[in-house]
């Protein structure tokens, strides 16, 4: 397991520099609203992914009026002392540095710390569209099967495949029999990637289900994957294909398969996006990203680095002891907040304490 022991930032989003030191287990930002918690928390999360976590547009996560951003990390883990840097220019591949050497890909690099992150904004995760889901599913899997990682990719580029060859079935007269061998194609990478969705919903499910009790989530949460299509071979898929072919050909795209799947989460019976109050939504993507850290730790035997963005503020006193004794049970964590008393046991040796203000770094002690 590779543990962050220093992190340093250079225009990033408030920061033109800046320097911190991180826990072994807790690492406790704190300062008032707008002072830059959350921009260390995303500095940390783009060094260990390379994309932010709060914003499609990375141009944001650079500087105002600088041309480029960096996140360096020193690390410790199984085979000693690392370096990790992770550059970022917009319009171009991520410049990433491995012990001072050149690295093509992030995810190649032995001792990349794996990361969860929470933040507010993270709710339409349980509240939005269901590609939202989908998109996070299929996240998950490549992180507990690196193997895997292709899998949604090469299901996608065989769904434009056939959306195209409908396309031209429609507009150009080609024989609609050309579809025969794309229908096989889809129905195969679809059974693969349903069954690996289910997979990781079934091993995620009853963890998620223990700490939603644990943090009082009342009526328990249930996680259920939904997928459209009941076939279990790919000659069945092609078939229920074939039987929506007009439908397809009228619309000019695929309107079955795993790209329409649905991850359910419910509370008592009721799904959660609809029925759930937005304090029951956060407890349940809580519950659902803690889970799928333990999930993570116990398939690839290294527990992810744990990002919690403002998570204290609406828990009673009772659960925030449960969290805390929760997250530093293993691994390493980083919990923002503006009360640096709403983190219980901040006050104890080896917990790391930051204060922010105004985007400075004002202190760091009892580390």
């Avoid at 199984?78 to 970022?88: C, D, I």
């Avoid at 349903?194 to 009853?206: H, I």
């Avoid at 925030?320 to 008393?341: K, N």
Wanted: with cysteine; charged share 30%.
């Amino acid at each position: 397991m590779a543990l962050i022991r220093r992190l340093r930032v250079r225009d990033v989003r408030c920061y033109e520099s800046a320097e911190i030191t991180l826990g072994e287990h807790l690492t406790v930002i704190y300062g008032a609203n707008g002072a830059g918690k959350t921009n260390l928390l995303e500095a940390i999360y783009f060094g260990c992914t390379g994309r932010s976590c709060r914003t499609s547009n990375d141009r944001e996560f650079v500087r105002f009026e600088q041309s480029a951003a960096r996140v360096e990390f020193e690390l410790e883990s199984e085979s000693g002392l690392h370096q990790l840097a992770v550059g970022f220019e917009p319009g171009q591949p991520r410049h990433v540095t491995a012990d001072g050497g050149p690295v093509e890909r992030l995810i190649d690099v032995p001792f990349r710390p794996l990361a969860c992150v929470f933040l507010p904004d993270r709710l339409e995760l349980i509240k939005g569209a269901p590609s939202l889901r989908r998109d996070h599913l299929d996240q998950l899997i490549a992180g507990l099967w690196p193997a895997r990682a292709a899998l949604r990719r090469d299901y996608g580029q065989a769904l434009a495949q056939r959306n195209a060859l409908l396309s031209r079935i429609r507009g150009q007269g080609v024989d609609a029999g050309e579809l025969d061998v794309w229908d096989l194609e889809l129905g195969r990478l679809a059974l693969l990637l349903s069954a690996e969705r289910a997979r990781a919903v079934e091993l995620v499910g009853p963890p998620a289900q223990e700490i939603a009790d644990e943090l009082g989530l009342v009526g328990g949460l249930e996680l259920r994957y939904r997928p459209r299509s009941k076939a279990d071979t790919a000659e069945l898929f092609a078939a229920e294909l074939f039987e929506r072919r007009s439908s397809d050909l009228d619309r000019g795209f695929t309107g079955h398969g795993p790209h329409r799947d649905e991850l359910l989460l419910s509370r008592d019976g009721r799904e959660l996006r609809v029925y759930g109050s937005q304090g029951e939504q956060r407890v349940a993507l809580l519950s659902l990203l803690l889970a799928e850290r333990e999930v993570l730790a116990d398939q690839r035997g290294q527990t992810p680095l744990l990002l919690l963005d403002d998570v204290m503020s609406e828990l009673d006193g009772e659960r925030r002891e449960r969290l805390v004794a929760r997250i530093t049970l293993a691994g390493q964590s980083v919990v923002t907040t503006t009360e640096l008393e709403h983190v219980p046991t901040a006050d104890e040796l080896g917990v790391a304490r930051v204060e922010v203000s105004g985007g400075v770094i004002n202190q760091e002690v009892n580390v």
